[in-house]
């Protein structure tokens, strides 16, 4: 499928890569895509969605890679997508999203809904942010309980919520890599956030710059490791807590 121009409308879901064994691919490069409820990529199947230009508007969830054995992969590399609620990377199968250009506008009426990754413990979700715009109006789940992968080299992102990485009992793999641009969190961090049997890692690295706008729990309830090297940039506008209930290490080479 493929769209240089004018509108769809979907009255309920948008759905790429529908059945185990399907291959569906989207390429949007004009117009716009008006779905009302929730956008699949790869739900049983394979869906690809390249977006370089027009406007995609979701008033339910946008899922990529939804059931376990699904792959999907979302690329923004202009235009804009905009939601009305969560964004779920992995949700119970393989997700990848990137952002390369365009502009990403999350949960847009701040209703309170967030952008997961690793949604459920069979969902597997990176987001590689390399340049554009993220806006998010609510949290940044990374590891919600499936393994999540957040990589920044460049951009501006934020959230007006939370962070919370490997934020459940299920022993997810939490992964924050900032190596570029600008990332700002409005509110509190925690890192290694629920449970035992949990990996948590957080770089900040190259030029990338990290903002907490309240307290960062480091070592919640489970293990924490956190690198601050070359001229990366961590800033927290309260009390930095290094091995909050559990374990958590600080390592600076440079910054």
Same mark, same amino acid.
């Given at each position: 499928y493929?769209?240089?121009?004018?509108s769809?409308?979907?009255?309920?879901?948008l =759905?790429v890569?529908?059945?185990?064994?399907?291959?569906?691919?989207?390429?949007l490069?004009?117009?716009?895509?008006?779905?009302a409820?929730?956008?699949y990529v790869g739900d049983?199947?394979?869906?690809?969605?390249?977006?370089?230009?027009?406007?995609?508007?979701a =008033?339910?969830?946008?899922?990529?890679?939804?059931v376990?054995?699904?792959?999907?992969?979302?690329?923004?590399?202009?235009g804009?997508?905009?939601?009305?609620?969560?964004?779920?990377?992995?949700?119970?199968?393989?997700?990848y999203f990137?952002?390369?250009?365009?502009t990403?506008i999350?949960?847009i009426?701040?209703s309170?809904d967030?952008?997961?990754l690793?949604?459920?413990p069979t969902?597997?979700g990176t987001l590689?942010?390399?340049s554009g715009?993220?806006?998010?109006?609510s949290n940044?789940n990374?590891?919600?309980k499936?393994?999540g992968?957040?990589?920044?080299?460049?951009?501006s992102?934020?959230?007006?919520?939370?962070?919370?990485?490997?934020?459940s009992?299920?022993?997810?793999?939490?992964v924050?890599?900032v190596?570029g641009? =600008?990332?700002?969190?409005?509110n509190?961090a925690?890192?290694?956030a629920?449970?035992?049997?949990?990996?948590?890692e957080?770089t900040?690295?190259? =030029?990338?710059?990290v903002?907490?706008?309240?307290?960062m729990?480091?070592?919640d309830?489970?293990?924490?490791?956190m690198?601050?090297?070359d001229s990366g940039?961590?800033t927290v506008?309260n009390?930095?807590?290094?091995?909050?209930?559990?374990?958590g290490?600080?390592?600076q080479?440079?910054?």
């Amino acid at each position: 499928y493929t769209q240089t121009g004018g509108s769809v409308t979907a009255g309920t879901d948008l =759905t790429v890569g529908d059945d185990a064994g399907s291959v569906g691919t989207v390429n949007l490069s004009g117009g716009n895509i008006n779905v009302a409820t929730t956008v699949y990529v790869g739900d049983a199947g394979t869906g690809v969605f390249n977006q370089s230009g027009g406007i995609v508007e979701a =008033t339910g969830i946008v899922t990529v890679g939804s059931v376990a054995g699904a792959s999907g992969e979302y690329i923004l590399s202009g235009g804009s997508l905009i939601t009305d609620n969560e964004l779920r990377v992995g949700t119970n199968g393989l997700g990848y999203f990137e952002v390369d250009g365009g502009t990403l506008i999350q949960d847009i009426n701040d209703s309170g809904d967030n952008i997961l990754l690793g949604y459920n413990p069979t969902g597997v979700g990176t987001l590689n942010f390399k340049s554009g715009v993220i806006t998010g109006n609510s949290n940044l789940n990374i590891g919600r309980k499936g393994d999540g992968v957040y990589l920044q080299s460049g951009g501006s992102a934020s959230f007006v919520g939370s962070l919370n990485m490997s934020h459940s009992t299920d022993g997810p793999t939490s992964v924050l890599d900032v190596s570029g641009g =600008t990332l700002e969190i409005a509110n509190d961090a925690t890192t290694g956030a629920h449970g035992s049997g949990v990996s948590t890692e957080v770089t900040i690295r190259g =030029t990338g710059v990290v903002t907490i706008g309240d307290i960062m729990w480091h070592g919640d309830d489970s293990p924490a490791a956190m690198t601050i090297a070359d001229s990366g940039h961590l800033t927290v506008a309260n009390t930095l807590n290094v091995g909050h209930k559990d374990i958590g290490t600080l390592t600076q080479t440079g910054g």
